[in-house]
Nanobody, 123 residues
Framework: EVHLVESGGGLVQVGGSLRLACAAS????????RGWFRQAPGKEREGVSC????????YYAGSVKGRFTISRDNAENTVYLQMDNLTPEDTAVYYC????????????????WGQGTQVTVSS
């Protein structure tokens, strides 16, 4: 059975940083893109960032470009999201998903999802 487990969320002040991790088990996603999505209360889920299987290319939503960095460690079957200079608008539940097709956006037609981790940025 495939499981994706997110960790690293929490409460942080404006301008702070968090590093999210998503560990996969039950399947090796080395040959697939992986991604991070988020959903704030009352808003639709949005693609935050996704990364190709090799890690050589990534997509970032405009609202996080320059502040967030996605990376992956295929040996650990884990993908990370480094979030810097956080703002209250980043408050949401963050989900990881795989496999994800990286293009102009992150496409998740048949993806597995984690349970989500809450990120709260206080002003």
């Amino acid at each position: 059975e495939v499981h994706l487990v997110e960790s690293g969320g929490g409460l942080v002040q404006v301008g702070g940083s968090l590093r999210l991790a998503c560990a996969a088990s039950g399947f090796t996603f080395d040959d697939y893109g992986r991604g991070w999505f988020r959903q704030a209360p009352g808003k639709e889920r949005e693609g935050v960032s996704c990364i190709t299987r090799s890690g050589s290319s990534a997509y970032y939503a405009g609202s996080v470009k320059g502040r967030f960095t996605i990376s992956r460690d295929n040996a650990e079957n884990t993908v990370y999201l480094q979030m810097d200079n956080l703002t209250p608008e980043d408050t949401a539940v963050y989900y990881c998903a795989a496999p994800v097709v990286v293009g102009f956006g992150c496409h998740y037609a048949a993806a597995y999802w984690g349970q989500g981790t809450q990120v709260t940025v206080s002003s």
